[in-house]
């Protein structure tokens, strides 16, 4: 296996303007909402087990091709260096979820409880719960890319985390509902993580086998792959669309809670991505381990969380628009994150 091949260019086009996607995206489905209410309406009839089936059609578009870069044969690699990855998996679960959970908690019922009613705040609480435990996935290998990581052992780590994510999330996210006192329907989680976890995971692992088995490595990370560059981005781009049409009003009637859903949102991913990185310079690691370890806890795997909150909370739900506020904020705080490891290479001893 060449692990180098797994490694993207450089983030896109579309990845690097994500955020001015997003916006405009955000603003059609507002006027969407707003002036041509019959699209949301008919949109809304097209639903099964509180699932929307044309969300469900482009949830899968934005996963199914992340999974097919996932190689899980490289997990046979554990056992090579496991600090790194110890520092991934008690970061990702062990800390993140909680973190953010706290921190949302802080903000939105203490310092802006003057500026969110309470009920907003719940739902918006809820929403940073459903980001905070589901770090990311294939974003990572951008990430990883442009700081230099070491492109096989951030296979390993993805490819273990989507292991975890399989066990470690439903639990998590039901505790930490409990917990805010938002009611959680297992029935709709369970269908959600199957839904938009184990079904395109299998898939993209069928997919990736088969194609590897009858065409080879080299086609497959060369030319296969490429083909579906944009369809992640493009189904996301649609979703959004959909979302703020049903998302219309509460916007309209709260402009600024999208300013305030992201600053603790922000505060999180700052915080998260210095635990692992700074630990991972204390255990001396090198940087090339160290930065992806960083990033993946950082960045959020929105496309999940996305697809949970509109599961169990509905598309019209301001637990949903939560989500994408994690959308909004995660390629300029990333893009920070990388040039802060960029800059702090000669923190660690090695790169090797």
């Known amino acids: ?15 690097k303007y994500l955020t001015l996607w ?10 969407i ?3 041509f209410p019959g699209i949301p309406d008919f949109l809304n009839r097209f639903e099964y087990a509180r699932v929307s089936i044309p969300i469900a059609i482009l949830i899968w578009l934005m996963i199914y091709p992340m999974m097919m870069k996932v190689d899980f044969a490289s997990i046979k690699q554990v056992g090579q260096n496991p600090k790194g990855l110890y520092v991934t998996w008690v970061t990702n ?9 706290a921190i949302a908690w802080f903000f939105f019922f203490v310092v802006f409880k003057a500026l969110i009613p309470a009920d907003l705040a719940k739902a918006y609480l809820a929403g940073a719960i459903l980001l905070g435990a589901a770090p990311c996935t294939a974003m990572v290998f951008v990430w990883s890319h442009l700081t230099k990581g070491n492109p096989a052992y951030t296979v390993v780590q993805v490819a273990t985390n989507d292991l975890i994510i399989l066990v470690a999330f439903t639990p998590i996210v039901a505790l930490l509902l409990g917990i805010g006192g938002i009611s959680v329907p297992w029935n709709t989680l369970l269908l959600s993580v199957l839904l938009f976890v184990v079904i395109p995971l299998a898939g993209g692992m069928a997919t990736r086998n088969s194609v590897i088995k009858h065409r080879g490595l080299e086609y497959f990370n060369n030319r296969f792959i490429t083909k579906f560059n944009n369809v992640t981005i493009g189904g996301l781009l649609l979703t959004l669309v959909i979302i703020f049409a049903f998302q219309g ?3 309209l009637d709260n402009p600024l809670h999208i300013l305030l859903i992201a600053i603790p949102l922000t505060i999180q991913t700052f915080l998260i991505f210095f635990i692992a990185y700074l630990t991972s310079r ?4 090198a ?3 160290a930065a992806p370890a960083g990033m993946i806890g950082a960045s959020n795997f929105f496309e999940l969380s996305v697809a949970v909150a509109i599961s169990l909370f509905g598309t019209s739900s301001p637990v949903a628009m939560a989500t994408v506020v994690g959308v909004l904020v995660e390629v300029p705080v990333m893009l ?10 000669h923190w660690f001893a090695s790169n090797t």
């Open 1 to 15: 296996m060449n692990p180098e091949k797994q490694e993207p260019a450089g983030i896109s086009f579309f990845e």
């Open 22 to 31: 997003v916006i405009l995206c955000m603003a059609a489905g507002i006027l």
């Open 33 to 35: 909402g707003r002036y």
């Open 93 to 101: 679960w062990l800390i993140k979820p909680f973190s953010m959970y």
């Open 249 to 251: 009003k509460v916007i």
């Open 282 to 285: 204390k255990i001396r690691l």
């Open 287 to 289: 940087h090339c381990i």
């Open 336 to 345: 920070s994150l990388v040039r802060i490891a960029n800059n702090t290479k």
